[in-house]
């Protein structure tokens, strides 16, 4: 299998969350891929999940709940381990759709509300950091 090549941003979907044109960074230093959640409330083995964001495009408030999920320890790039739950959802790259493991975090002070990681990115792309919306610039209107 050939891979494409993507830059270091970029912007995508996650159609299953209801999320469109969201900012991303493309992240080889993160393992696992983590979304901005703003409310994350379990309730009878329910996960209820709010993704809403004022400094964030595009994240409106929508409120999505998961049957299934778990949760994951995620070291982070101060070193330290934080427990998160994890969600599988899609994500669509060059237009077609990636299934994608996303850890729940809130990222409203963040610049981006979606990390990439290399758990996503190994054996489908390679990174050119000097380049940026590789796949959003390829979509047709």
């Known amino acids: 299998m050939s891979k494409k090549t993507i830059g270091r941003v970029d912007k995508t979907d996650f159609p299953s969350l209801g999320l469109f044109n969201i900012d991303v960074k493309i992240d080889t230093g993160a393992f696992t891929s983590a979304i901005h959640c703003s409310e994350i409330i379990e309730i009878d083995l329910k996960l209820h999940c709010i993704f809403n964001s004022n400094s964030h495009e595009n994240f ?77 610039n390829s979509k047709t209107p």
């Open 60 to 136: 409106g408030k929508t409120e999505i709940v998961f049957s299934e999920y778990s949760r994951t320890k995620v070291k982070s790039s101060n070193g330290f381990k934080e427990n998160r739950y994890k969600i599988k959802s899609d994500v669509v790259f060059f237009g077609k759709t990636y299934k994608i493991n996303l850890t729940l975090s809130t990222r409203d002070d963040m610049k981006f509300p979606v990390l990439i990681g290399r758990q996503f990115l190994k054996r489908k792309f390679i990174v050119d950091v000097d380049l940026e919306n590789v796949s959003f």
